[in-house]
């Protein structure tokens, strides 16, 4: 099953220079005032609308499975501002955490 989100954005070219910087995301055809983004098998279309008359806003976080967590890490250095360091979590999980532009938390995990 495919998943694609939609998020609101304050700022498409703000957001758009983001996730072009971001290594493994690229950008995919889109019309009016959205922006779509692919990579790491997820797809997320970003829009300027304000669809839900408030500010831009998610209480989860989004997480995204890589197969080398070292260098996805050492990629997004200087590239985003870090919701926490790479880690060994006691569930199991090797991963970190980025803050997006936009507010929204980003996680990449080591992926099998």
Known sequence: MALTLLLRCTD??????FYTA???FSL???TGDTLTVTGHGARIVFTAADLWHRAPTLTGT????VA???A???QAQGRAQLAWT???????AREFG??????YILAFQQGA
């Open 12 to 17: 498409l070219e703000r957001t758009r220079a």
């Open 22 to 24: 971001l290594p493994g």
């Open 98 to 103: 980025i803050v997006d532009c936009n507010g």
């Open 68 to 70: 080398d967590i070292d």
């Open 72 to 74: 996805a890490f050492a």
């Open 86 to 92: 790479l880690q060994d979590m006691p569930y199991g």
């Open 28 to 30: 995919a055809p889109s």
């Open 62 to 65: 989004l997480y995204f499975t």
